[in-house]
Structure formats: structure tokens, C-alpha cells
Nanobody, 116 residues
């Protein structure tokens, strides 16, 4: 069955770094565009970063440009989100998403908390 499993979240101080991973199974990873979303308490789920199927194009929300980097390894069925210079406002549950124009899959989310 389809599975997307995020990992790498945790508690980090402002200015710190984390790397999130999302490993998938049950579908052809290289056929899907991948994205990271986040949802803070009381707020809507918003896209943070996206990457095309072969990884040639990436896009970022303005709030994370220059601090976050999305990448993927199609041989490992994994997408990553490197997060640097973290701020308290980055605190949220982070979700990975797979989309091929017809199918839309989500992971269970991983908590990222930025606090001193």
C-alpha cells in the first residue's frame, strides 16, 4: 500500500538546522512531483517547497527562500527538506506530499519546534 513516512523533526533552538526526510513506498516515486507543507496550530496547511519529478526545478514559499532546500533521491525513494536558520515562526507539523496530477498522497507529519 501507499506509504509516506516523514522523519527528522524535533526541537531546535532559533538559528539551528534540521533535515527532514520522507521515504515513500507503494507507488513509482520518480513519477510524482513532491512537496513539503506545514501547518501551525490554528492555521491552514501551506506549501513550503516543491520539486519536480526529476528534481530539475524547485520552488519555495517566500518565507523560507534562502533558508530551506528541497531535494530528492529517486534511487532511495526519498525527498528531503534541509532547514537552516530556523525561526520560531517555522514551528509547525511538516507533511510531505506526492502528486502526479491524478493521485494525491500525504504522510502523517513530523513536528518541528523552534524554541529557546
Amino acid at each position: 500500500q501507499v506509504q509516506l513516512v516523514e522523519s527528522g523533526g524535533g526541537l531546535v533552538q532559533p538559528g539551528g538546522s534540521l533535515r527532514l526526510s520522507c521515504t515513500v513506498s507503494g507507488f513509482t516515486f520518480s513519477s510524482y512531483a513532491m512537496s513539503w507543507y506545514r501547518q501551525a496550530p490554528g492555521k491552514e496547511r501551506d506549501v513550503v517547497a516543491a520539486i519536480t519529478r526529476a528534481g530539475g526545478t524547485t520552488n519555495y514559499a517566500d518565507s523560507v527562500k534562502g533558508r530551506f532546500t528541497i531535494s530528492r533521491d529517486n534511487a532511495k525513494n526519498t525527498v528531503y527538506l534541509q532547514m537552516n536558520s530556523l525561526k520560531p515562526e517555522d514551528t509547525a507539523v511538516y507533511y510531505c506530499n506526492a502528486w502526479d496530477g491524478r493521485h494525491d498522497y500525504w504522510g502523517q507529519g513530523t513536528q518541528v519546534t523552534v524554541s529557546s
